[in-house]
């Protein structure tokens, strides 16, 4: 069956910075557009970043210049940079896969979420 386990989490100080991982199985994996999606507390979930099969990205413009989307198609892994963390990037943040667009209603698979803390 699908699976999208996702590493990496952490607490982390205000200008520091993580990488998340996102292990996926049970499906063809390079044939798949990848997503990282966050969700704070009282708030919708929104994507950060989209990464499609042929390697184009897409940013919120919030991340963007701070945060990385890249994949390992040997590794059936996809990874997001996170850089220069603000307070504002506290949420958990989810792997996604979608077999059609980019928009959040495309992606058909979803990990379970970890959590990212932004605080001194």
């Known amino acids: 069956q699908v699976q999208l386990v996702e590493s990496g989490g952490g607490l982390v100080q205000p200008g520091g910075s993580l990488r998340l991982s996102c292990a996926a199985s049970g499906f063809t994996f390079s044939t798949y557009t990848m997503g990282w999606f966050r969700q704070a507390p009282g708030k919708e979930r929104e994507t950060v970043a989209t990464?499609?099969?042929?390697?184009?990205?897409s940013y919120a413009d919030s991340v963007k210049g701070r945060f990385t989307i890249s994949r390992d198609s040997a590794k059936n892994t996809v990874y997001l940079q996170m850089n220069s963390l603000k307070p504002e990037d506290t949420a958990v943040y989810y792997c996604?896969?979608?077999?059609?667009?980019?928009?959040?209603?495309?992606?058909?698979?979803w990990g379970q979420g970890t959590q990212v803390t932004v605080s001194s």
């Open positions: 996604a896969a979608s077999s059609r667009g980019t928009a959040r209603d495309d992606f058909a698979y």
């Open positions: 990464i499609t099969l042929r390697g184009t990205l």
